[in-house]
C-alpha cells in the first residue's frame, strides 16, 4: 500500500521561505513520477512542479526561479522548497505519485495522471 504524508507548511510573511516534505511509502525503489500540487480557496487545483525517477524536472511558469522541487531516493522522500513567497502563493499543496511509471506523463496540470495523494499542508503567505 502506498502512502504520502507531507509536512512542512506554515504561516509565513511574503518574501519568506518553506520546506515541503512528502515522505513516499510502499512504492519500490523510488521508481514513479512524484509532483506537488495546489488549490486556493474557489480556485483550481494547479500543478506546481514534478520530477521523474531519473531526475528530469518541469515547473509551471510562477514556480520558475523560486520554488525548486527535489527528491533524495535513501529517504523516499519529495521537497518542494518554496523561496520570495508571495500572498498569491496561498494554497493547500499537495504531493501526488503516479506509481504505475518512473517518467511523468501529460505536463505539470496533469493531476490524472497521479493515483496516490497526500492529505496535504497549508502554506499561508501575509502581506
Known amino acids: 500500500q502506498v502512502h504520502l504524508v507531507e509536512s512542512g507548511g506554515g504561516s509565513v510573511q511574503a518574501g519568506g521561505s518553506l520546506r515541503l516534505s512528502c515522505e513516499v511509502t510502499?512504492?519500490?525503489?523510488?521508481?514513479?513520477?512524484g509532483a506537488w500540487f495546489r488549490q486556493a480557496p474557489g480556485k483550481e487545483r494547479e500543478g506546481v512542479a514534478q520530477?521523474?525517477?531519473?531526475?528530469?524536472?518541469v515547473y509551471a511558469d510562477f514556480a520558475k526561479g523560486r520554488f525548486t522541487v527535489g527528491k533524495d531516493n535513501a529517504k523516499n522522500t519529495l521537497y518542494l522548497h518554496l523561496n520570495n513567497l508571495r500572498p498569491e502563493d496561498t494554497a493547500m499543496y499537495y504531493c501526488?505519485?503516479?506509481?504505475?511509471?518512473?517518467?511523468?506523463?501529460?505536463?505539470?496540470?496533469?493531476?490524472?495522471?497521479?493515483?496516490?495523494w497526500g492529505q496535504g499542508t497549508q502554506v499561508t503567505v501575509s502581506s
Open positions: 501526488a505519485v503516479d506509481s504505475t511509471s518512473g517518467y511523468c506523463f501529460g505536463g505539470v496540470d496533469a493531476d490524472h495522471e497521479f493515483n496516490y
Open positions: 510502499g512504492v519500490t525503489y523510488s521508481n514513479y513520477c
Open positions: 520530477i521523474d525517477s531519473s531526475g528530469d524536472i
